[in-house]
């Protein structure tokens, strides 16, 4: 690509300051929204004598709907123009199952509920960072990635709290009607981001040098698919995955019926989320002076260094000073996870399809994960378990230093046959 074909990719809309303090808000509330289901889904259903064989069908079916749903969001993202109203569209199922969790909870719609809920993480995560290129360009996205993680960590937090606080002094069934409201006043914060601020072609990866409201061009899926970078990267985050979304769950069965548990528990998620919201700006700054591949491999390298400690020891002070190398690894690969995509894509556009492949590829290792890790905890005991994920974390290392080229802007690179 041509110098001035580089620097057209981002010529165009300039975004307007209501734009973008809108899209702070947007990720803000979202991950408030999003913050009263997870874990609160489980202990609200406990409440109401669900067994753990139902609830459990609940969780899988909200997973199974979000992996299933990853690659048609990601292409319905590239074809629609507004990208608005598919999170509009999305915040309003999140609102619609909250109401049916706090109103009626039987199986037959909280089932219905779990899958609507879940379907929305197919393309809500996926749209927000559509926007964000949208409306700043790729040459301004690493900055942006890293305000949008800072603000969607404190979000969550901070709502999880506040949840945490409702449901202690009133009941479990107030995280939903809190969940709604928090959806409510994410679809405001979405009405300020204006329409006119996000490009459309921006939005998808295409070049921007087309008319704002034309349809871009894209080169065939098939070429996104197939191509090499991408698929290297997609592997690296699955491996990834598979060896991160297991740690938990393996501390929580190791502590078993310690008093301390919960508290500890909710502690170690509570510290990697301040440590995210506190360096993602960070990562988003060095990703233009460092490159992506050494804050990546900083993220990545993080996650065996944890694992085999979390293998060594059970006591609550270490284990809280070991969670901080979690948010450092939630730092790098939330903000770098679509930022690499990008690069990648730029000038495709299918850039959201490509989301939707490595979303996919993401949730089969975090659910393959669970029950692999725990087979082997069951077996060998919970320090072994900790060992096979340190091993399948340091594979993860490995690969992508071994395969992942730097994807900082040059030449796209997919090639770019239009179509």
């Known amino acids: 690509m041509a110098p001035t074909d580089l620097m057209a990719f981002d010529a165009a809309v300039q975004p307007s300051q209501q734009s973008l303090r809108a899209l702070d808000w947007l990720n803000f509330l979202l991950a408030g929204a999003l913050a009263g289901f997870g874990p609160f889904v489980a202990v609200y259903l406990a409440g109401q004598y669900w067994t753990q064989g139902e609830i459990g069908l609940i969780l899988s079916a909200s997973g199974v709907a979000g992996l299933l749903s990853q690659v048609p969001g990601g292409e319905l993202l590239d074809v629609v123009r507004s990208k608005r109203s598919l999170v509009a569209l999305g915040v309003a199922m999140i609102a619609l199952s909250a109401g049916i969790l706090a109103l009626w909870p039987s199986f037959p719609l909280v089932l219905t509920a779990a899958v609507v809920q879940g379907t929305t993480g197919g393309f809500l995560g996926s749209a927000v960072s559509a926007i964000s290129l949208g409306l700043v360009g790729h040459s301004a996205l690493p900055e942006r990635l890293g305000r949008n993680q800072r603000f969607a960590a404190v979000g969550g937090f901070t709502t999880a709290g506040l949840m945490g606080v409702l449901a202690y002094y009133f009941s479990n069934q107030v995280i939903f009607f809190a969940a709604a409201a928090f959806a409510i006043s994410t679809l405001f914060a979405l009405s300020k981001i204006r329409a006119a601020d996000i490009h459309f072609a921006r939005a998808c990866g295409a070049h921007s040098d087309c008319d704002h409201s034309a349809q871009p061009t894209r080169i065939a899926r098939g070429t996104v698919c197939s191509g090499y970078t991408l698929l290297v990267f997609a592997a690296c ?3 990834f995955q598979f ?4 740690i938990l769950p393996l501390l929580g069965e190791a502590f078993g019926q310690d008093r301390r548990s919960p508290l500890v528990i909710s502690a170690l998620i509570l510290v990697p989320q301040v440590v995210v919201a506190a360096l993602a700006p960070w990562v988003g700054r060095c990703a233009d002076n460092w490159g992506r591949r050494p804050l990546l491999l900083l993220g ?4 065996p260094i944890r694992a085999a400690c979390f ?3 059970r006591d609550p002070e270490l284990l809280l000073a070991v969670q901080v190398l979690d948010g450092i690894t939630g730092a790098a ?3 770098l996870t679509p930022l690499v995509i990008a690069d990648i894509t730029k000038g495709t556009g299918r850039f959201n399809l490509a989301q939707g492949i490595v979303g996919t590829v993401s949730g089969i290792g975090a659910s ?3 029950t692999a890790t725990g087979l082997v905890a069951q077996s060998l005991g919970s320090a072994v378990g900790f060992v096979a994920v340190t091993g399948v974390a340091l594979i993860a290392l490995v690969t ?3 395969l992942l080229p730097e994807t ?5 690179l997919l090639a770019t046959p239009a179509r």
């Open 300 to 303: 990545f390298g993080a996650l």
């Open 408 to 412: 900082k802007p040059g030449p796209p």
């Open 243 to 246: 060896a991160n979304a297991s």
């Open 237 to 239: 985050i699955g491996l």
């Open 311 to 313: 293998a060594l020891t």
């Open 400 to 402: 992508l230093w071994a």
């Open 333 to 335: 690969v939330g903000v």
């Open 368 to 370: 393959l994960s669970t």
